[in-house]
């Protein structure tokens, strides 16, 4: 199995920055790809990014990189999330979850999945 603990969620301002971490134990030899994925009240969780393991390279949703990115570090096997220019709009629980198989975009493609951390934006 794979644990996967999120933190560094919280409040922050519109504009400011958050870097959530998730850290990933267990078979962590299995490792392929770490996702985050984000739900907000009334919303479907919705894909954020997803970054490769092996040679780190990153996935975005089809409208862009944007104001994300995610990064690795694998000596201590934890996946990071940069927030930058925050907006309202992105308050919501935070989740980031181990691709099992198939597209990275999709919440079914991922078997484990973190406890979720809390981003509050005001405005």
């Known amino acids: 199995q794979v644990q996967l603990v999120e933190s560094g969620g919280g409040l922050a301002q519109a504009g400011g920055s958050l870097r959530l971490s998730c850290a990933v134990s267990?078979?962590?030899?299995?490792?392929?790809?770490t996702g985050w994925f984000r739900q907000a009240p009334g919303r479907e969780r919705e894909f954020v990014a997803a970054?490769?393991?092996?040679?780190?390279?990153?996935y975005y949703p089809d409208s862009g990189k944007g104001r994300f990115t995610i990064s690795r570090d694998n000596a201590k096997n934890t996946v990071y999330l940069q927030m930058d220019s925050l907006k309202p709009e992105d308050t919501a629980v935070y989740y980031c979850a181990s691709l099992r198989s198939g597209s990275y975009w999709e919440l079914t493609s991922y078997d484990y999945w973190g406890q979720g951390t809390q981003v509050t934006v005001s405005s």
């Open positions: 267990g078979r962590t030899f299995s490792m392929y790809v």
């Open positions: 970054i490769r393991w092996s040679g780190g390279y990153a």
